[in-house]
């Protein structure tokens, strides 16, 4: 059974960092493109960026509005992969989840719970 | 940017109603549009995958039609479970997009 656990969620200020973490089980994570999505609070889903496997170059692509302050890596000895966030915005607050998939978004993990606010 | 557009943003449907969401994409994305069903405090689960296909374990009342920019997600006789927020989303093309979603309400 595949099983995806983010953590790291937490209350920070305007302008300080975070880091997530999503560890993944029941499938070969070395094999696996991975994202985050974002959920502001009573919205929609919103892609944050994602990384490929090594194998298919290991490169990251991100959504504008967190480009050049996230950084997404994985770490594939310990099957997690990670989101370090800086200069957060109020508007970055709400649920992040990780997610398999290249294309499809197919696996999903229940999400974390980051809020910004002074 | 791929602007995807869900209608209607909301319905209230009965059991047993056939349901009809659809997604229209700002340009051509072939048949790279996929669906997600989302249910309060919860998180997504992909019910299509490239416009049509059915994802491993979703119950065969759930299918999907279109390609190029026009889509839709039809759930035959819906049964109280499905009460949910519905989205499209696309990966024709970076960024990857999602639709504002669709939230069925069963009355």
């Known amino acids: 059974e595949v099983q995806l656990a983010e953590s790291g969620g937490d209350l920070v200020k305007p302008g300080g960092s975070l880091r997530l973490s999503c560890a993944g089980t029941?499938?070969?994570?070395?094999?696996?493109?991975m994202n985050w999505v974002r959920q502001a609070p009573g919205k929609g889903l919103e892609w944050v960026g994602r990384i490929k496997s090594e194998v298919d170059g290991g490169t990251t692509d991100y959504a504008a509005p967190v480009k050049g302050r996230f950084t997404i890596s994985r770490d594939d000895s310990k099957n997690t992969v990670s989101l370090q966030m800086n200069s957060l915005k109020t508007e970055d607050a709400g649920v992040y989840f990780c997610?398999?998939?290249?294309?499809?978004?197919?696996?999903w993990g229940q999400g974390t719970l980051v809020t910004v606010s002074s | 940017e791929i602007v995807l557009t869900q209608s209607p943003d909301f319905q209230s449907v009965t059991p047993k109603e056939r349901v009809t969401i659809t997604c229209r994409a700002s340009?051509?994305?072939?048949?790279?549009l996929h669906w997600y069903q989302q249910k309060p405090d919860q998180s997504p689960r992909l019910l299509i995958r490239y416009a049509s296909q059915s994802f491993s374990g979703v119950p065969s009342r759930f299918s999907g039609s279109g390609s190029g920019t026009d889509f839709t997600l039809t759930i035959n006789s819906l049964e109280a479970e499905d009460a949910a927020t519905y989205y499209c989303h696309q990966s024709s093309s970076l960024p990857v997009t999602f639709g504002q979603g669709t939230r069925l309400v069963i009355k």
């Open positions: 340009q051509s994305i072939g048949s790279s």
């Open positions: 029941g499938f070969t994570f070395t094999n696996a493109w």
């Open positions: 997610s398999t998939g290249g294309f499809y978004l197919d696996y």
